[in-house]
């Protein structure tokens, strides 16, 4: 009998992790699935990470060093730089779109709106900020009156500044805040690139790897060739080893699954719902922006400009991809997968496939900007503060350079969101609001993350001439060993 193939296995195994997380959340057995299960899920994103970095290393390396033809490496290098510039804006430009169109800020109790106008001009006067001579609501209260939501405000606040978690996101974006608009480029020369791989700075592991990439060309072909066939034999090792682990995925996504939703639920399956209830439509706008380029843009583009992958093919090519950054919200654990994918599906050569995707996982986040886009207009709309065209083309920028900036991990672009809402002179502290339902909608835009880079990958192939996809039919990656 043939086996199912491992992509139908991982979303089986996806499914029963959500269907174990809402039965054992309603029996009661929450701390049991996160003290024996959720540690599975653990493993395997520490797996897949493990690989990560090397991976990028070796693989940019080699596919540096392959190119050995110093003109088409910067002409790869400019056209990846520009394409994901492009799709980012692009999914921003969605997203302010669909947050301006559908206004989900306002789609609330208007008496809570209220409340929350007040709380913002309350922190507008006591941070003396330039805006406070655009107070509105506050200016028509009765000293009684203002007293009393003082009160509320600061009960609502003490509350937050309670949840640890949050205040851990909060203390690491203001340490990104202490630096200039250039610290990201100043960071990605590392010191000591042995702490670059072992603390892994992506962006530092990137330029260290192409730096060594490029000297390899220069130094005489006796002494590089032993170092390029060195790397490419360890290259494959790496490989193998995604191989090995996706033979277990289904297992270690079910696990995943279960021990994130568990944590979710805790012992309260409906806490999942109610969550959503409240921030519904929020969600709903940022997934109706996802699911657009997941389903129309990005596979359109691809049949469009490559005139060979149909539809269908570019999604079974790299579904396991798909499934994994749904799975992980890590984009870096998903590299090893996608590069996979990439090379044995998509058919995408090497020299592109080594060089594109690493860089993109680091760089090019199209959901993570989208999501800040939308989150901060929604939060702006939320609390009844109007932004100026100009606050929106500030939120187009700072969303560029913050997706670039997150690191492809869990809740990365929620930190870096912090740093968007205070370009524009709103509090951080707002991502409170919409830190309960972040994870999902963490997993959904890594999806759109992981997407966007096996989009542009394959884009450059087929423009360079490299792309040698053949209609898949049977013949998908099952990542056999
Ligand atoms: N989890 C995302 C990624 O790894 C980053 C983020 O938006 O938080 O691509």
């Not at 003290?35 to 899920?41: S, V």
């Not at 012992?267 to 409240?278: L, Q, R, S």
């Not at 966007?452 to 209609?471: H, K, M, Q, R």
């Amino acid at each position: 009998m043939r086996r199912l193939a491992l992509h139908w296995q991982i979303i089986i195994g996806l499914i029963l992790g959500i269907i174990w997380a809402l039965v054992s959340s309603s029996m009661g057995w929450s701390q049991f699935t996160l003290d024996w299960i959720a540690p599975f899920g653990d493993i395997f994103i520490r797996l897949l990470r493990m690989i990560a970095v090397p991976l990028v290393l070796f693989s940019i390396i080699k596919g540096v060093s392959g190119i050995s033809d110093g003109s088409k490496l910067g002409r790869l290098g400019a056209k990846t730089l520009i394409a994901y510039l492009i799709t980012t804006i692009f999914a921003i430009g969605i997203g302010l779109t669909l947050v301006n169109t559908i206004q989900p800020g306002t789609l609330v109790d208007q008496d809570q709106r209220t409340k929350n106008r007040i709380e913002y001009e309350l922190w507008v006067t006591s941070n003396n900020k330039e805006f406070a001579d655009d107070l509105r609501i506050m200016d028509s209260l009765s000293p009684a009156e203002k007293q009393k939501y003082e009160k509320e405000v600061a009960t609502l606040e003490s509350q937050r500044s309670e949840n640890s978690n949050l205040q851990d996101k909060l203390k690491k974006a203001d340490n990104q805040k202490g630096s200039g608009p250039l610290q990201f480029i100043v960071d990605m020369v590392p010191t000591n690139i042995v702490s670059a791989v072992g603390k892994p700075s992506m962006l530092q592991v990137i330029f260290f790897a192409i730096f060594f990439g490029i000297v390899l060309l220069y130094i005489a072909k006796d002494k590089a060739q032993p170092v390029i066939n060195f790397v490419d034999g360890i290259n494959e090792v790496f490989i193998k080893m995604v191989d090995v682990i996706m033979q277990v995925a289904p297992f270690f996504v079910f696990a995943l699954l279960a021990g994130k939703m568990s944590e979710m639920a805790g012992d309260d399956p409906k806490a999942v719902v109610d969550i959503f209830k409240g921030l519904g439509w929020y969600s709903l706008t940022l997934v109706i922006g996802l699911a657009l380029m997941i389903f129309v843009i990005y596979p359109i583009i691809v049949q469009v400009v490559t005139r060979k992958i149909s539809y269908v093919d570019f999604f079974r090519s790299i579904s396991p991809a798909q499934i994994m950054a749904f799975s992980t919200s890590s984009s870096a654990a998903t590299l090893p997968v996608t590069l996979d994918c990439v090379r044995e599906n998509l058919k995408v050569s090497e020299d592109v496939s080594n060089f594109v995707l690493p860089i993109g996982a680091t760089v090019n986040m199209d959901g993570t900007s989208m999501y800040q886009a939308v989150a901060a207009i929604f939060l702006a709309q939320f609390y009844m503060v109007d932004l100026s065209f100009a606050q929106q083309m500030t939120i187009v920028l700072t969303a560029t350079l913050a997706s670039i900036g997150s690191a492809a991990v869990p809740s990365a672009g929620l930190v870096m969101l912090i740093l968007v809402l205070e370009s524009v002179g709103l509090p951080g502290t707002w991502i409170a609001i919409i830190f309960p339902v972040d994870r999902i909608l963490d997993m959904c835009r890594t999806v759109v993350n992981v997407t966007g880079d096996a989009t542009v990958s394959t884009l450059i192939a087929s423009s360079e001439n490299e792309l040698f996809f053949e209609p898949l039919g049977d013949r998908v990656d099952n990542f056999e060993v």
